[in-house]
């Protein structure tokens, strides 16, 4: 069966990646910070030997990608990872998981990096945010000055500077261009922080253009006024 341009699109929006033999896709499958536990390792393993080549790797972002699945097993792998609690996606033009270091267990770590992850994904990923945006967003958690998971180059990186609080980055990238991140005065609870996370992604929503990255935006609006944005009451 041969797919459309937008049959493949539609597809990796679910969290399916098309190759280019026409046959096969790579499946994205969420975790939680980059934790995966006993039974959920292994259904991802059973998967990768019943519908794949027998193996996964990781993504950049701590996913799990499993390779070489035909387009007519993909309803059923779906059914199979849901089943085990285990769910397809960061994929598409569209708020992303959190990325985050392993904060919870470093000695340096000022918060729980993976509880904030927790926290943002239920907020923005699975909730208000499940809506197209201009581009993909990216927010990226670090749980000390270290910036172990490179939170400058996300599209909005939180960084701990004290027990609880952190600095806020905004305007990172890479990719085939890259812009270093900038950050906001102060220092922030990490409550407050997610709010202003979620007025990013609304100023986003509101000013963005089509296929421009949150950092496309701050530059060509403006570092100054999207900060006052952000830092409005």
């Not at 896709?25 to 980059?34: D, E, K, N, P, Y």
């Not at 770590?109 to 499940?130: H, L």
């Not at 490179?150 to 990186?157: E, R, S, V």
Request: aromatic share 10%; hydrophobic share 35%; glycine share 12%.
């Amino acid at each position: 069966m041969e797919l459309t341009d937008e049959q493949k699109k539609a597809l990796k929006g679910q969290g399916y990646i098309a190759y280019k033999d026409g046959v096969h896709f790579s499946c994205r499958v969420l975790t939680q910070a980059g934790r995966i536990n006993s039974q959920e390792s292994r259904k991802i393993t059973e998967i990768c030997e019943n519908y794949g080549r027998g193996y996964f790797t990781l993504t950049q972002r701590l996913n799990v990608e499993i390779p070489w699945i035909k387009y007519q097993d993909l309803e059923t792998v779906t059914r199979e990872l849901k089943e085990a609690g285990l769910s397809i996606g960061s994929t598409g033009m569209r708020a992303r998981p959190a990325l985050a270091c392993k904060g919870d267990v470093c000695q340096l770590s000022f918060f729980d990096t993976a509880e904030i992850a927790g926290q943002i994904n239920e907020r923005f990923y699975k909730g208000r945010y499940d809506v197209a945006l201009p581009n993909k967003f990216r927010v990226t958690i670090s749980g000390c000055r270290n910036g172990c998971s490179k939170p400058q180059l996300g599209c909005i990186g939180l960084q701990g500077r004290k027990p609880g609080e952190v600095a806020i980055i905004i305007g990172g990238m890479s990719g085939k261009e890259s812009f270093i991140g900038r950050e906001l005065p102060g220092v922030y609870p990490v409550s407050e922080a997610l709010d202003m996370v979620e007025r990013a992604m609304d100023y986003y929503l509101e000013n963005g253009q089509k296929g421009e990255r949150f950092a496309e935006t701050v530059e060509r609006i403006g570092f100054e006024t999207v900060m006052n944005f952000l830092s409005r009451e």
